[in-house]
């Protein structure tokens, strides 16, 4: 249990005692007046002797039901921290359900009883202290419960995309194993299909451990350096292989030579991945455009494409792991299905957002900041 609600019920337990006490000590002063008061008149002796003996009923009910009236509320208190205890010992894993109905149920006990103590402002702070408890119990619950689901998910994409390149591999060999390595017409297309295969599994791979890394909080080797010089490098790399897909690579500066602060090869991976994503939806004789505009204290860099464009119920979940909006199409181009996923996670690193935008048959335009 929490040791400041620990503390505050030692506390409220002296109260209560303290409280009952002073109480009894108030009716016997009261009956010692009382009584001063009836000698003083010279009233009868047994008359006095029945007001005793009435004062001390009295004092006992008195004392009885504040004791059980106390008690009671503490009991509460015990009976619901045992559930509370319970329910974070349960040796079962993963049944985050049962768990949760389990608190519901506590907060509904808490939230029916406080309506009778109302009056008490010592319980209701108790109240308030178990209500927090409660929330945040409930809170950590959820979050463990979507936790969950996400691994299941991502264990189950990744097992699949793995599942894709070994099976065209192992398929590969065995024609080959069986008698295809003699034969000169196929052999050499059996062999460039597993190395093809190949070279996307280690693609694979190293997007599953960048994007560890990232989720891990890896350390940017930040630095100062012009984002246009980086962003013509870039086109000028990546030229070649998008002009023989029949796609126009351009760069139009709307900016002087702007100085940011970033992780330069992060940067620079942030435009390959965006590059490549639109020259995969990017039709022969379209174009992909890098833009660079000033903002308020940073730089807006732009890559727009004239591709086919994203529906718009897929486009909030394009920088989901493995998420891909056509996914036949989008495993015959290759690719992980991590690239934009890593884009993100490189720019939420660098305090920046990625947005995206796009009509279907139009294009589709991202867009992030860097600070200058």
């Known amino acids: 249990m929490d040791t400041g609600l620990t503390i505050r019920f030692i506390l409220m337990y002296i109260k209560n005692v303290i409280s009952v006490y002073k109480n009894f000590i108030l009716i016997i002063l009261l009956e010692a007046l009382t009584i001063t008061i009836f000698i003083y008149l010279k009233i009868s002796v047994p008359a006095i002797f029945i007001v005793i003996l009435t004062f001390i009923l009295i004092s006992f009910l008195f004392i009885k039901g504040s004791i059980y009236q106390k008690n009671n509320k503490q009991d509460f208190f ?91 591999i192992q398929l590969s060999l065995e024609t080959l194993a069986d008698g295809a390595i003699n034969d000169t017409d196929v052999n050499m297309n059996f062999i460039n299909k597993a190395i093809k295969q190949s070279n996307r599994l280690k693609e694979l791979v190293d997007d599953l451990i960048n994007i560890s890394k990232l989720e891990t909080g890896m350390t940017l080797n930040k630095s100062c350096f012009p984002i246009n010089s980086l962003i013509s490098e870039t086109v000028l790399e990546l030229s070649g292989i998008i002009n023989n897909m029949k796609i126009k690579l351009s760069y139009i500066n709307e900016t002087n030579d702007t100085i940011v602060f970033a992780d330069y090869e992060k940067i620079k991976q942030v435009l390959i991945n965006l590059i490549d994503n639109s020259s995969k939806y990017t039709p022969a004789g379209g174009s992909i455009t890098i833009r660079t505009k000033a903002g308020n204290k940073c730089i807006l860099v732009m890559v727009e494409d004239t591709g086919i464009g994203i529906p718009k119920d897929d486009l909030p979940r394009i920088f989901e792991r493995f998420y891909r909006v056509d996914k036949t199409r989008s495993r015959d181009m290759g690719g992980s299905g991590l690239g934009l996923s890593i884009v993100k996670h490189i720019l939420e690193l660098h305090n920046s957002q990625i947005k995206a935008d796009s009509k279907i048959n139009q294009g589709t335009k991202f867009e992030f900041n860097l600070p200058i």
């Open 78 to 168: 015990w009976e619901i921290s045992n559930e509370i205890k319970q329910n974070e010992e349960e040796k079962v894993l993963n049944n985050y359900e049962e768990k949760i109905a389990k608190v519901n149920a506590v907060i509904e006990k808490i939230n029916t009883v406080s309506e009778k103590y109302k009056n008490s402002k010592e319980f209701l702070k108790t109240f308030e202290g178990f209500r927090i408890i409660i929330n945040r119990l409930q809170s950590e619950l959820n979050a463990a419960k979507l936790f969950k689901v996400n691994r299941n998910e991502f264990l189950g994409n990744v097992a699949h995309e793995l599942r894709t390149p070994i099976f065209a």
